[in-house]
Structure formats: C-alpha cells, structure tokens
C-alpha cells in the first residue's frame, strides 16, 4: 500500500479538533498503525473509545474516510458530535432522499466532507457502489464489524457484502472495529473484509478493580458457607445462577438467614421482574439472586462482588456477569464456585439450544397439523415438546426461533411459556420441503461445546484468572494482575518466568506433545499420556516408542539431556499453568492447551513453579 501524506499530525488533530489531552488506553498504538497505511483490526471493549481511531486519522489524511455503521440513530448522533465540532461530516442511509445522497455522494468527490457514515445497506445497490467510484476513499472504517460474524450476537447480513463492495471500490485502507473479541468472529472479520497484512489491536479488556476467584467446592453446603463468608464481607452484590429453580432456592436461603434479596428471572412476569430491578437499584435489597437474564439495564454501580453459584457456558459469559461487579472503578470481588458436575447443566442447555434437523423437521410438521384453519397455533410450548416428542422443552423455543428467522413463521409471539399470536406462514409459499442449513446447525453446536470446554479449562488452569482471559480474548502481552486467587496463592510466589534456555526447552516439550496429539477442528486432543511423550522427547529405544514409529518424529530425542525425571516435572508444571493438560478419559492423555499452542509458538507469557527437581536426578531409559 502506497505511505500516506499526512496534512496533520495525530496529536495536532487531537487538541485542534476534540481538546482531549491525551489518548485513551490503546488508542494510540492503534491510530500510529492506522496513519502508517495498514489495514487492521480493533477490539476494545464499549466505551473505549474506538470512534477516535477512525476520526482522527480521518483528519490527517487528504480524502474522505467512509464508515459503516449498522444503526441509524448511532450515525446521527455520531455526525451530530462531529459537526458540533466543525468537522465535516454527513451521513447516507434510506432516511436521505435519494437527490439529497447524490449531492452528498457528489461532495464527497469535491473535498466537501472528511467523514461520510453510510448504512450497510446502501452497499446493495449497484448505483451506489459506481457512484462510489470517483471518490478518493483514503479509510474505509467498518463499526460494529462483529455484525459481519454468523457467530456474533448481532448479525448483519448486509455486512458480508463489504467484502465485495471494498474490491468494488478499488480496495482503500480498511480499518474493522469492534467490541467482540472472541477468536471465531475476529477470524471471520478479516477473512470476510479480506484485510491485507492487518495489524490487530486488542485492548482496554483488564478490568485491574476486579479480583477474580475460582473455587473447587464439592458440597452445596460449602457453597451457602462461601455465600456467607462473601456477603458478610462485601455485603452488596449479585449471585448468578445457572436455572430459574436455582436462583428461587438460593433466595431462600438467604431469606432464611434474614437476608433481603431480589430473586430475578425469565420465568418472572415482566412486572414482577421491573419490581425486583427496581427494588435492587433503588438499594432497598443488597443482594440480587439472578439468572444471566438479570444484567443488560443493570446499573448500580456500586456492586462489590459477583458470585456465580455454577459454572456459567462461556468465558464471554463468565466475564461479562463478573464485570458487573465493580463499576464506579472501587475494588470489588468475583468468586465462581466451580463443580465439575455444574458443567451437565451448561450441556443440557446446550442440547436445548442446538436442536438437531430431525427435531426441527418434527416439531414443524407438529406445528402445521396443530395449526388452525389460519395457521395459528394455541398450544404451550410444554404441549408442543410433549405433542412432537421432544424431551427438552428448551429445544422447542430453539426451533421456533430457526424457523421464524428462516421466515416458516410469519408472526412469532410467546408470552411466558403460552403461545398466543404465533401464525406460521402458508405453506405454500415455500411449496418445497423445508430448507435447514444442517451444516450450519452442527458447527454452532460444535461453537457452542468448545466455548464451555474453554470456561472449564479457566477453572483448572493455575495461570493468573485476568492474564488467562485477556489471552483468550487477544490481549496477550498482560501481566500477572497481583490480586486474583492464583496470584494471591502461596505457590504463585515462587513462579517466575523462565530463562531463555528453558523457555526453549519449554517450548521443544510443547512441540513434542503437538507432534503426539491431533488437531482437528475444535483444537489439540490427545493421543497419547504423558509418559509416552516424555519417552519420545528422550529419545528412548523402548519397543512401545520404536513399534509405533515414534522415533521418525522431528522431536524425538530432542530434550534427551534433560532427562525423563526432568521432564515429568515439567510436564507437571506446564499442566498446573494450564500450557497442557490431561484429558480423563479411559486412558489419561495429554493435550496441548489454546494457551499451550501460543506458547509453543512464542506467542505468549506464563510463569512457572521453577525450577522441577534438578535436572541430572532423571535418567535417559534405554
Ligand atoms: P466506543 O465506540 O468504543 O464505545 P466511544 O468512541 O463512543 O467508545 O468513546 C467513549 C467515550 O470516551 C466518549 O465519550 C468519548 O468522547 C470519550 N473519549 C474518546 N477518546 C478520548 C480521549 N482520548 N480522551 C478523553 N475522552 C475520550
Ligand atoms: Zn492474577
């Protein structure tokens, strides 16, 4: 890409233009990249400033930045800030008569605008895209990239036509941002926008007020002592639980210990839910019992701990509940009180939210022989699952919604668990048998299961809670936060980083066990136990190692000098860090982490407890 001319400089444009002091955490790093010509991608959490990454550059470059942004009243108050401050800015969308857009489009060829906000839509027309030809587009800024990902909350199909609008235009600068950091919709943003060599900031995610803390506890009993022990001592807080049934029997409890609570969930009529919400916020009840639907208009500040009594389906999840602890900036606390078995829970909603075609193809054909003269349905959903054979009235909601976002159902209304206006559409508008993306259904089932297999690899991982989740989500360059309970624990103090000679070693041991593992498409699994690699790793001449052609391996032998004592130690090390881990199935095998496969790469930081066991005390086995 050819180097830019810049008519200001960043810091210059800063304090003639918006009269900030100075740059928010990330910006910086993100707008020096942006200036330099490359294309990127952005990933900061809400608030945190991302529109300056774009305006600013936009200034200091000659031409006009375009920027996608998916809603109409955003854009407005955006273009209102921006005129606000004399900068030239406009917006295209359908509110804009189609003469006014062209006299805008024809500004945006005479210098008149800097910034110009367009709809994603407007990139459907083809007038638009050749209208868009003659202008000298120097950014090409998309807001709320994560629009673009099947895998994001919030798909736009619209935004997967940018791709094919940015060849149109001749490929400008483009510059993706948004809020959404999971790996799987970062990857579809740069594989859909086509960025070129783009650099990736990820930023503005630590949350340092926040000590995070995860608790092995086998008994409910040891669960209530901890809810005890918690609110004894920060007394203002919010408890997540997994199920509705849940969260009224945690309620209790603390009612029966004279403690005022709101219990909040989805099975709650919405005027005894907005009761509970304002109960809490209004501060008359210190603690709210809630399933993952409390949250989303939750602003009470002054939230001093957050207890999650299961496991929650994500680390996304996980993260975003916690943060709701702590938002006036105080120190605040979050304590997840981890049971392996909690995890059956999360599958059952899984299963529920994943429905296989057979299921959607059943409940559909139920749906229609149910259906009055007008379509309509009158029946429960519980009436549904029974009449159709479905187990889990869950799935039911499931396939109501797939079949209403594939337009099989015209009007979709179900008030508490009775369907009153759901109307399917007549079925001979899609005289065809019905269309089901079933390979699309099996890969966000296959999402879904490895997002919970990574919330549970958090749970046993030895490595800082905040570093760990900041890598999952992309920052990866965190240290150690100081406060959570595995930086806090006794052992953490003697880790330490490893030297550059056992940083290698590290990394060779790595290797040896992504060499022994497979990988497919939901990450490493294991083929063999630890014993086995570390057998390979040595170079041993043992039958088991040679019969199994173990010795052709590029890694075989490599770590030889250590020895196998060493190298147990290690391997034990590496596990307690979460680098590796052992995979308990009917034969304990060891598989490479997501954390273990950036490490091997020189990707990412840890500490280990350091060093093993001297290295001379193992023996290399013959
Ligand atoms: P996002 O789009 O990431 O949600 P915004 O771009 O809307 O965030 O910015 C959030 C807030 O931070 C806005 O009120 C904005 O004015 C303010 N802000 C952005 N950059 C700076 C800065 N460098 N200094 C001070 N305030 C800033
Ligand atoms: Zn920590």
Redesign the pocket.
């Known amino acids: 890409m050819p180097a830019k001319v810049l008519v200001q400089t960043p810091l210059e444009a ?1 304090k003639k233009h ?1 009269g ?5 955490d990330g ?1 910086d790093r993100v707008i020096e990249q942006i200036t330099s010509g490359r294309d990127g991608l952005v990933v ?9 990454c774009y305006q600013l550059p936009a200034l200091c470059f000659e031409g006009v930045t375009l920027v996608v942004s998916p809603l109409i009243a955003l854009m407005k108050d955006q273009v209102d800030a921006l005129v606000a401050k004399d900068i030239p800015a406009t917006l295209i969308n359908s509110t804009v008569p189609w003469e006014e857009q062209k006299e805008r489009l024809d500004g945006m060829r005479t210098g008149k605008w800097k910034l110009v906000y367009v709809a994603p839509e407007r990139f459907r027309a083809e007038s638009f895209l050749s209208a868009l030809k003659g202008v000298e587009v120097s950014l090409f800024a998309v ?1 709320e990239a994560h629009c673009l990902s099947q895998w994001g909350h919030d798909f736009r199909p619209d935004y997967m036509r940018l791709g094919k609008a940015l060849d149109k235009i001749g490929r400008p600068q483009c510059v993706a ?1 948004t ?1 959404t950091a999971t790996p799987v919709v970062r990857a579809d943003i740069l594989e859909v926008l086509k960025l070129r060599e783009p650099f990736e900031v990820v930023s503005g995610f630590s949350r340092p007020n926040l000590s995070l803390a995860i608790t092995a506890v086998e008994k409910k009993q040891q669960k209530y002592d901890r809810i005890r022990d918690i609110i004894g001592a920060h007394k203002t807080g919010i408890i997540y639980c997994a199920t509705r049934k849940k969260v009224e029997e945690v309620a209790e409890v603390l009612a029966s210990w004279r403690l005022k609570s709101v219990a909040y969930h989805g099975g709650m009529s919405d005027a005894e839910r907005s009761d509970a919400q304002n109960i809490f916020l209004a501060k008359k009840a210190d603690v709210a019992v809630a399933t993952n639907a409390f949250g989303m208009g939750i602003d009470r500040s002054d939230v001093r701990f957050v207890i999650h009594f299961e496991v929650p389906g994500s680390v996304e999840a996980y993260y975003q509940e916690a943060g709701r602890a702590g938002r006036d900036g105080e120190a605040a606390s979050c304590e997840l009180l981890f049971n392996y078995a909690d995890t059956r829970t999360q599958e059952f909603f899984i299963d529920g939210a994943n429905p296989s075609a057979q299921t959607i193809r059943e409940v559909y054909q139920y749906l229609l022989n149910s259906a009055d003269k007008e379509y309509e349905i009158h029946r429960s959903i519980e009436d549904i699952a029974e009449g159709a054979g479905v187990g889990n009235s869950m799935s039911v909601s499931s396939v109501l919604a797939t079949l209403a976002r594939a337009g099989y159902i015209e009007r979709f209304d179900v008030p508490g668990k009775r369907m009153r206006g759901t109307r399917l559409k007549k079925p001979d508008v899609f005289a065809r048998a019905l269309e089901i993306d079933e390979e699309a259904l099996e890969e966000k089932d296959r999402r879904d299961r490895d997002k919970l297999k990574s919330m549970v690899e958090l749970c046993y991982s030895r490595v800082c809670r905040q570093q760990w989740i900041l890598a999952y989500f992309g920052e990866e360059d965190a240290e150690p936060c100081g406060t959570c309970d595995i930086c806090r624990s006794e052992e953490s103090h003697e880790r330490r980083a490893p030297d550059a000679e056992e940083e290698l070693i590290v990394r060779k041991a790595l290797s040896g066990v992504a060499r022994m593992s497979r990988k497919s498409a939901h990450g490493w699994e294991g083929k063999f136990g630890r014993g086995k690699i570390v057998q390979m790793l040595c170079g041993s001449r043992s039958q088991e190692i040679l019969s199994g052609g173990l010795d052709q391996l590029s890694t075989y032998g490599m770590l030889k000098t250590q020895g196998t004592g060493y190298l147990n130690a290690l391997f034990r090390a590496m596990g307690d860090v979460g680098l590796v881990r052992v995979d308990s199935g009917e034969y304990p095998l060891l598989t490479l982490t997501e954390l273990g496969e950036k490490v091997m790469r020189g990707a990412a930081k840890y500490r280990l407890a350091w060093p093993p066991p001297s290295a001379s005390s193992g023996h290399v086995e013959s």
């Open positions: 800063l918006f900030h002091g100075g740059f928010l910006q900061m959490p809400t608030g945190g400033g991302k529109s300056l807001d941002l809020a």
